[in-house]
């Protein structure tokens, strides 16, 4: 009897992975460990994987489900940088790696709640070196408001899915990246009005937007 496959499919990832690929490409070390947190179907993973093939990539998830869907991506892939994922929860230390050389974490902080934000920074400083950078994908409110009609959208809709839910005031989430000695470095706007923020431990502050 044949093994089902887990995989699962999420159009959001084939749309948004080469734009966040391109990011990546310039903000990750030239080779290292890569943990991706929140790795969600494990489509991303296999993708930046077989492009940065100088890196390891760690993917993890909490979700049963997800961990499957990314084991099964794995072993489909038969990408040898491409690790098997990790059962990682945010808020429990120690996480179940030692040490990392870069962070990535795509539409994690919204799909979460909030205390998600300052216990990704927390382990990020934990597990990094010094000048490290993690590297997170999503939609933010900048000033206190939606940057598109469409974020306030979703960020209703998010609400409704789970009070907790919400997109993020990017300001906040700076200031807790701050209280864990990173400093964010730039921001860059990414299509369907997301942006990617790239954070660096003991950074020298944003250059640009």
């Given amino acids: 009897m044949p093994t089902p496959d887990r995989r699962q499919f999420s159009p959001s990832a084939a749309r948004n992975r080469d734009p966040i690929l391109t990011v990546l490409q ?26 940065l093939p100088a890196l390891r990539w ?6 049963p489900a997800a961990l499957a869907s990314i084991a099964d991506w794995v072993a489909h892939s ?6 098997p994922p990790l059962c990682l929860d945010l808020a429990a230390k120690p ?12 539409n994690v ?5 909030w205390e998600t934000t300052p216990a990704l920074f927390a382990g990020a400083a934990a597990v990094l070196p010094e ?8 939609p933010y409110r900048r000033g206190g408001v939606h940057t598109a009609p ?15 839910f919400a997109v993020r005031d990017l300001e906040a989430v700076q200031a807790e ?24 431990h003991g950074g020298q502050g944003e250059a640009g937007a």
């Fill in 58 to 63: 760690q993917p993890s998830e909490a979700e």
């Fill in 177 to 200: 990246a701050q209280r864990q000695g990173f400093v964010l470095e730039e921001v860059i706007d990414m299509p369907a009005n997301n942006l990617s923020l790239i954070f660096r």
């Fill in 95 to 106: 996480w179940p790696v030692a040490a990392a050389d870069a962070i990535v974490a795509i």
């Fill in 150 to 164: 469409s974020n306030a959208d979703f960020d209703e809709w998010l609400r409704s899915v789970d009070a907790r």
């Fill in 26 to 51: 310039r903000a990750l070390p030239a080779a290292g460990l890569v943990l991706e947190l929140g790795s969600g179907t494990g489509e991303h993973a296999v993708h930046f994987a077989r492009h």
């Fill in 78 to 83: 038969g990408q040898p940088n491409l690790l």
């Fill in 109 to 113: 902080l919204h799909y979460s709640p």
């Fill in 131 to 138: 000048d490290g950078v993690v590297v997170c994908y999503g």
